[in-house]
C-alpha cells in the first residue's frame, strides 16, 4: 500500500471518528492484534485530534475492564476477535477485523471509511502539553496506573529513535511483538523517514523467523524471551537473516552472556534501548557496534540526546560514575504523570526527575547497567544481592533457555536466593548440576539455594517474565510450574 492510499483510508476514518464524536482530546480505546486496521484505527484517532487508549488483546478481561471503566473512552474499536474481551460501558463500538463467526456485528471501519470517502478530519490546535495516551503500567507489581503521555513525550521519542537508530527511508519495520506496547513507538519513526511496515501472522519465533527471510525486514522489536526462543528453534544457524540491521531487544534486559551468540546468528544486528512506559523506549541506546566491545555486554547503553539519565542516591544526591544507586531520567521523554493520581506522580517525579525504581550505575564512558529494581534486591545473610547479577551467570549455562532470581523468607538467611529455570529441550540438566555451575562462577552468597526447573515461567501477555509471580508461587515449597 502506498503513502498516498493509506492517508486517504486514515483520513476517512478519522472524519467519521469526528462525525461519532466531534469533540477534540476525547478517547478511543483500541483493542486489536497485529492488523493492518490495527494501524488504521490507531493512525485515524491521531488525526482525528484524539486520545488514545491501548487495550491489549493479551490481557485478561478484569485488566481491560478496569482501563475502560477509568479512562470511560467514547469509541473502542476491537477486531471481530476481541469483542469478547472488552466491557464497552456507554462507548461507541467500532469493529476492525472482521470475523466471520461474529453474527450481527457492530459498525466496521470500512463502511465508515465508504461513507467518508475523499473526507479530511477537522485540524484541531494541539498543543504539546495535550494528552497523545493514556498508557497503563504496574500490571506485574501491583495496580496497574494511567500513564498520560503527551504530544511532547510522543514527538520526543519519535525524534530520539530516529537518531539513535539513523533510521533510513529504506528501513522495513516488521511488527511482530504487540502494536500496544513497544512495537508501536517504531511506527512513526519508521514512517517520518519514508520507510515501510511489514505485517505478518501469529508471532510465534518460528514465524517470525521465515519473515525475516521471506518479508526481509531491516528492523523489528522483541522481547528477550521471544529472542531466546528463536534461537533456540532447529536449524536457526542456517538461515537467512542479512536484511537485519536493528533487531531491537526491548521490555527487559537480555542477558549478557546470550549477545555474543545473538549476534552471530542475527546478522550483528542485535540493539537495545531502556525506557519505562513513563519514559517511553529510549531514555538510553545499545548500537550493535557498542556491543562488539566486551566491556559493554552487560550495559543498556548510553543516554540518548535529548533525555538525562543519571544515579542518584536515597537522599536526592546525584552521584559520581561507578557508584550505585537508583537510575533517575529527566527531560522531554518523562511523562506528565499518573492518571488521577496526584500523590503517587509526586512520589515518582520529583525536583523533575522521574524516579525508575531501577537500581544502576554509569561508568566513566556515559554506558548504563542496571542491577534490579530496588523492591527485588535480595537481602541474604546481611548481603545485598542483585537478581541480574545472578541471572547473568545462570544464562550462560549450556541447558538453560530462560531463567529468574528471587528472596524467599528464609529462618537462617532473612531471604534465601532462589530461581526458576526454563531448560531448553532434551536438556538433562540436575538442580544440582546448575547450583555447581554457578557457585563455580560466583561467591557462595549469591549462589541460589534452591533451583526450580519448571516448563514455563509466569509471563506478562508481551512476553515479560514475572519475577514477582515466581517468587509468591515459589514461597509455597510444595509447588512447581
Known sequence: MTYGELATRVNALAAALQAIDPEPQSRVGICAYNTFEHLLAWLA??????????????????ELKRIVEVTNPSIIIADGNCLNKIAPAEATVLVGQQDEAITNPPEQLDHLIARHPDQRPKRHNLKPEDIQALKFTGGSSGTPKGVVQTYRVWNTCIESLIM????????????????????????????????????????????????????????????????????????????????????????????????????????????????????????????????????????????TALTDVRIMDPEGNLLKAGETGEIVIRGDLVMQGYLDLPDITAETIKGGWLHTGDIGTIDERGFVFIKDR??????????????????????????????????????????????????????????????????????????????HICESLPRSPVGKVLRREARAFYAIPTQQL
Not at 45 to 62: E, M, Q, S, T, Y
Not at 230 to 240: H, S, T, W, Y
Open 45 to 62: 484517532v491521531f488525526a482525528a485530534g484524539k486520545v488514545w487508549i491501548p487495550l491489549n488483546p493479551r490481557n485478561g478481561n478484569d
Open 164 to 303: 539513535a537508530f539513523d533510521l533510513k527511508s529504506d528501513d522495513r519495520n516488521l511488527l511482530a511483538a504487540p502494536m500496544t506496547h513497544g512495537t508501536n513507538t517504531l511506527i512513526m519513526p519508521t514512517f517520518s523517514v519514508g520507510g515501510t511496515q511489514a505485517f505478518m501472522g501469529s508471532p510465534k519465533p518460528a514465524s517470525i523467523l521465515d519473515a525475516f527471510e521471506t518479508l526481509r525486514p531491516t528492523t523489528c522489536f522483541l522481547p528477550p524471551t521471544v529472542i531466546y526462543m528463536m534461537m533456540a528453534e532447529p536449524g536457526v544457524e542456517k538461515r537467512d537473516f542479512s536484511s537485519l540491521r536493528h533487531l531491537i531487544v526491548g521490555g527487559a534486559a537480555i542477558r549478557p552472556g546470550g549477545i555474543p551468540a545473538a549476534m552471530a546468528l542475527f546478522n550483528n544486528a542485535v540493539e537495545t534501548c531502556y525506557g519505562q512506559t513513563e519514559a517511553p523506549q529510549i531514555a538510553a541506546c545499545m548500537r550493535a557496534r557498542d556491543w562488539q566491545d566486551p566491556r559493554n555486554l552487560a550495559s543498556t547503553g548510553r543516554a
Open 374 to 451: 530496588i523492591r527485588d534486591v535480595i537481602i541474604t545473610g546481611g548481603f545485598n544481592v542483585y537478581p541480574a547479577d545472578v541471572e547473568a551467570v545462570l544464562g550462560t549455562h549450556a541447558d538453560v533457555r530462560e531463567c529468574v532470581v528471587f528472596g524467599i523468607a528464609d529462618d537462617k538467611w532473612g531471604e534465601a536466593v532462589q530461581a526458576a529455570v526454563e531448560l531448553h529441550d532434551g536438556s538433562s540438566s540436575t538442580e544440582d548440576a546448575i547450583i555447581s555451575y554457578v557457585k563455580e562462577r560466583l561467591d557462595s552468597v549469591k549462589t541460589p539455594k534452591r533451583i
